[in-house]
Nanobody, 117 residues
Framework: QVQLVESGGGLAQPGGSLRLSCTAS????????MGWYRQAPGKQRELVAD???????NYVDSVKGRLTISRDNVKNTVYLQMNSLKPEDTAVYYC???????????WGQGTQVTVSS
């Protein structure tokens, strides 16, 4: 049973920072592309960033230069460092693990990020 447990969400002011963490258990972490998605009220879930086992990263244009994904394959953890936060970053953020060969997904429970003054 694969489990993804997120932490680190909360309230931040515009221009502030947060760091999200997601720790995986029950799987071989080193064969999964790890990613972060978000869903704002009334909007579809969107990919924010992901990182392959080999280290290649992919970001949605709206977060480039502000958010950084990284992974620690020893700790089975993926991070999302969020800097220069904007109100439009407000959403529930979900951790995703995608098997790199068979392409099936696992999801975390989500963590709320709210950017407001």
């Amino acid at each position: 049973q694969v489990q993804l447990v997120e932490s680190g969400g909360g309230l931040a002011q515009p221009g502030g920072s947060l760091r999200l963490s997601c720790t995986a258990s029950g799987c071989i972490f080193g064969i999964y592309t790890m990613g972060w998605y978000r869903q704002a009220p009334g909007k579809q879930r969107e990919l924010v960033a992901d990182q392959t086992v080999g280290g290649s990263t992919n970001y949605v244009d709206s977060v480039k230069g502000r958010l950084t994904i990284s992974r620690d394959n020893v700790k089975n953890t993926v991070y999302l460092q969020m800097n220069s936060l904007k109100p439009e970053d407000t959403a529930v953020y979900y951790c995703n693990a995608r098997h790199e060969i068979f392409r099936y997904d696992f999801w975390g429970q989500g963590t709320q990020v709210t950017v407001s003054s």
